[in-house]
């Protein structure tokens, strides 16, 4: 896998990851939603750790700096 996310990128989706855990366990989203927005932040982290996300590659989207 070919890294296609930067840091400010990967920064962003760990805190939103972390808003919606904060979220969860003081218990403003519940039901479905709740386990939703869990998976979404999963992904998220996973997401952030790898610097790799699939749909951007789907979509040829790339925020890494291109080397020359």
């Known amino acids: 896998m070919k890294k296609n996310m930067n840091g400010l990128d ?3 989706r760990l805190i939103v990851a972390v808003i919606v855990g904060v979220l969860y366990f003081t ?3 519940q039901g ?3 386990y939703v927005l869990l998976a979404l932040a ?3 982290v996973i997401t952030s750790f790898i610097s790799f996300c699939p749909l951007y590659r789907l979509f040829g989207i790339s925020t890494c700096k291109v080397k020359s």
């Open 10 to 12: 990967r920064t962003i």
């Open 32 to 34: 479905t939603l709740a």
């Open 27 to 29: 218990g403003v989203v």
């Open 42 to 44: 999963g992904i998220f």
